[in-house]
């Protein structure tokens, strides 16, 4: 069993910088990929992130891409995102989530455990 706790959201301007945390407990955080994913309000949930076991190969959605970085510390068994230059099309809440397989991987059926989200809203 695996349990994720995401912090760090919150309320920020347009061009402002937020870094979301994810806490994980279990023993197979390591030999896991870690992902994050949004949800917008009317909106279906989409990929925004994804990163090895290891650490290597981080993946990112296009509308995100060279704005956010994913990164993950095993020793302290949280997988981090830092957003930058951050839009108003941002805003939604944050889910991060384990993967059942230890490479990358965009699919949201590849994870098996998700965490209860974090808000993000980003005013313009």
């Known amino acids: 069993q695996v349990q994720l706790v995401e912090s760090g959201g919150g309320l920020v301007q347009a061009g402002g910088s937020l870094r979301l945390s994810c806490a994980a407990s279990?023993?197979?955080?390591?030999?896991?990929?870690m992902g994050w994913f949004r949800q917008a309000p009317g909106k279906e949930r989409e990929f925004v992130a994804a990163?090895?076991?290891?650490?290597?190969?981080?993946s990112y959605a296009d509308s995100v891409k060279g704005r956010f970085t994913i990164s993950r510390d095993n020793a302290r068994n949280t997988v981090y995102l830092q957003m930058n230059s951050l839009k108003p099309e941002d805003t939604a809440v944050y889910y991060c989530?384990?993967?059942?397989?230890?490479?990358?991987?965009?699919?949201?059926?590849?994870?098996?455990?998700w965490g209860q989200g974090t808000q993000v809203t980003v005013s313009s």
């Open positions: 989530a384990s993967a059942t397989v230890h490479y990358v991987t965009t699919q949201a059926m590849r994870y098996n455990y």
């Open positions: 279990g023993r197979t955080f390591s030999n896991s990929a």
């Open positions: 990163i090895s076991a290891t650490g290597g190969s981080p």
